[in-house]
């Protein structure tokens, strides 16, 4: 059920060096990529249906194909913020593989015209810069990074930039204001940062395993690549799988690969003999999934989407029935709350009363109603904001509290019931 | 008014240079300034890096108050950070949290005796090991009660050794 392409050397510690990658046809690919056309690559990339790994899954050909040809220096910046709660596959590909990235990045580079990259890595990744900047050291003494890359008439530099504890700098607006040197604050689009990016040039914004892909693609091509996955979304994809599992981890499989068989073969079930309660399929604005849905889901774009859900970063949280969905909503609210940036009114405020509500039904000293406004509150926050960040705090709300409805009521009734138990001083029974 | 060291004054040149605007070197400018500082930044701080960077404090004071990694008060020596987001909550991160303050008698928001603080944080890409934390810069993850106390102590004992 695994097939290990892009992690095919993950287990070998050599593979971190450039000597090591080099001994697995390292760099390889990029001499062959050197060969060809730029467009071709682009194509190449296009036809091989690469979607983004980052969340929202756009066709990566297709938005390098919306760079102007207006003369302007265009720019690529890998996208190595990970602060999607649930999501640590990019994280391991740096510490693995950095040179696999550092590979894919100069291919994209070369195929889109960029003189200039950067890797916005987030600054808790303290390692993973550390190791990153080896590699790039690596790669400039060997000319692979540089002027004239090996010969080549391309010439290609590469920097890292440091986050500083913020999401939001995972939006692609956001990461640009923040390497710009501003607060990471997202900007409405249009302009896509494609035509107006980093410092107001042209911009790629592409995902750590979207850029680590496209190597494949070249060395595989595009039969090679969609050899694995569906029609619709071709290729393997990692899914970093977390909770209640006994084997949680990062797993690549093809996509189109059963949840039911990720969780209870891959994974090898739940801890303890627990049952299944729920799966957020796609990180933490995915909205979750019950035992049913999980049970017959398939992990493709579009299957997830017919279910009501998403694929987003490829994070499956695994939810055993110990847990309590009013507490972990509550975890989730939180987390939106202190991550909004604060630009939209919806956000801002949204995110705080979510967070309030929910806290205060696990609590017991909500009623009945805070759980329809709690439903209230996220229906006015979908689609009215400047970034997803609003719609990524209202999925979970709706998705909990609609198929988890029960132990919302329960929470907040529980309380009526201890409410009119102290006002009357004697105990009351719901029918 | 607080004094730049000349190594962080070589970076900041340094730095500087590498952008096509000044404003980029902002947050390298200031996680070198905080390590100057014992690990948090002020007032002090920001306006001698104003002085020294010749960007208005203003721009400054918006990035150093947006970002979490830049801490406003004393972390000690050792900040520990205990995830509490989702799966580490699943796996006892808050259990973690309560433990270390408890054992090492760390309030929240003040800096222990020996040079301990701790806190609450959102996901840290960790998750597939919860629950973990940090500690300055390094990651401890998939661990147990026991073994994070035992971890704090090897910790400040380490620091006593020095
Ligand atoms: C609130 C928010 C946080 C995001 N965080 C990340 C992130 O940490 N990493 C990432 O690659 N994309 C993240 N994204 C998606 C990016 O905006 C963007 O779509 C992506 O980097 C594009 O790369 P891709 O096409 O290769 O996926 C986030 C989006 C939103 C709305
Ligand atoms: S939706 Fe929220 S996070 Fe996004 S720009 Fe608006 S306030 Fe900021
Ligand atoms: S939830 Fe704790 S590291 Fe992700």
């Known amino acids: 059920m695994e097939v290990k392409i892009l992690t095919q050397h993950y287990d070998k510690p050599e593979y971190q060096s450039l000597e090591g990658y080099k001994k697995y046809e390292g760099y390889q690919q990029l001499k062959k990529a050197l060969t060809l056309k730029p467009e071709a690559i682009t194509e190449m990339v296009k036809q091989a249906g690469l979607r983004g790994r980052g969340g929202a899954g756009f066709p990566a050909g297709v938005k390098w194909g919306f760079l102007p040809n207006n003369g302007k220096k265009r720019y690529l910046i890998c996208n190595a913020d990970e602060g999607e709660p649930g999501t640590f596959k990019d994280r391991a590909m740096m510490d693995r593989a950095p040179h696999q990235l550092i590979e894919g990045m100069i291919i994209s580079a070369f195929a889109i015209n960029s003189p200039k990259s950067y890797i916005y890595i987030r600054g808790e990744y303290f390692e993973s810069k550390r190791i990153v900047e080896k590699a790039i050291k690596e790669a400039y003494a060997a000319n692979l990074l540089g002027d004239n890359i090996l010969g080549s008439g391309f010439s290609h530099h590469m920097d890292i930039y440091s986050g500083a504890g913020a999401y939001i700098c995972g939006e692609e607006t956001g990461l640009i204001s923040s390497l710009e040197g501003k607060k990471g604050q997202p900007k409405l689009k249009p302009p896509f940062p494609a035509i107006e990016g980093y410092l107001a040039h042209p911009t790629i914004v592409n995902n750590v395993e979207t850029l680590a892909a496209v190597t494949i693609i070249i060395r595989d091509g595009v039969e090679g690549y969609r050899k694995y996955g569906t029609e619709k979304s071709p290729g393997t994809k990692l899914f970093s799988v977390s909770g209640n599992v006994v084997k949680p981890g990062n797993y690549e499989i093809p996509l189109g690969t059963p949840l039911k068989d990720v969780i209870f073969n891959l994974c090898g079930g739940l801890k303890q003999g627990r049952k299944l309660k729920a799966v957020i399929p796609g990180g933490s604005s995915a909205p979750v999934l019950n035992e049913e849905e999980a049970m017959s889901v398939n992990m493709d774009y579009e299957d997830l989407a017919d279910k009501g859900s998403m694929l987003g970063s490829g994070a499956i949280i695994v939810i055993d029935d110990s847990n309590s969905m009013v507490e972990l909503l509550q975890v989730l609210m939180h987390f939106y709350h202190h991550e909004s940036c604060g630009q939209c009114t919806p956000c801002r405020e949204g995110t705080g009363w979510l967070s309030k509500l929910s806290n205060s039904i696990l609590e017991g000293s909500a009623s009945l109603n805070d759980v329809k406004l709690l439903e209230k509150v996220a229906n006015h926050m979908k689609g009215k904001t400047i970034c997803a960040l609003s719609d990524a705090a209202a999925f979970p709300v709706l998705s909990f509290v609609s198929k988890f409805k029960e132990e919302f009521i329960s929470a907040a009734t529980a309380n009526v019931a201890l409410q009119f138990q102290s006002k009357n001083g004697q105990s009351y029974k719901r029918g | ?162």
Not at chain 2, 23 to 30: D, E, G, M, Q, V
Not at chain 2, 62 to 84: A, D, L, P, R, W
Request: aromatic residues 10%; neutral net charge.
């Open chain 2, 1 to 162: 008014m607080f004094t730049i060291s000349e190594k962080t004054k070589a970076f900041i040149t340094k730095e500087v240079s590498r952008y096509e605007t000044k404003r980029s070197a902002i947050i390298p400018c200031l996680f070198e300034l905080q390590k100057d500082n014992q690990g948090w930044i002020n007032n002090d701080c920001i306006e001698s890096l104003s002085q020294f960077m010749n960007i208005p404090s203003k721009d400054i004071n918006e990035v150093f108050h947006f970002y979490t990694m830049f801490n406003k008060q004393s972390v000690g020596n050792f900040h520990i950070q205990v995830c509490c987001n989702i799966s580490c909550h699943m796996n006892g991160g808050l259990d973690l949290f309560q433990v270390l303050s408890d054992k090492f008698n760390i309030k929240p928001q003040q800096v222990s005796k020996e040079g301990l603080a701790i806190s609450k944080v959102e996901c840290l890409g960790s998750c597939g090991t919860a629950p973990m934390m940090q500690v300055n810069e390094k990651y401890y993850e998939n661990l147990t009660k026991e073994k994070a106390i035992q971890l704090v102590n090897d910790l400040v004992a380490s620091k006593k050794q020095n």
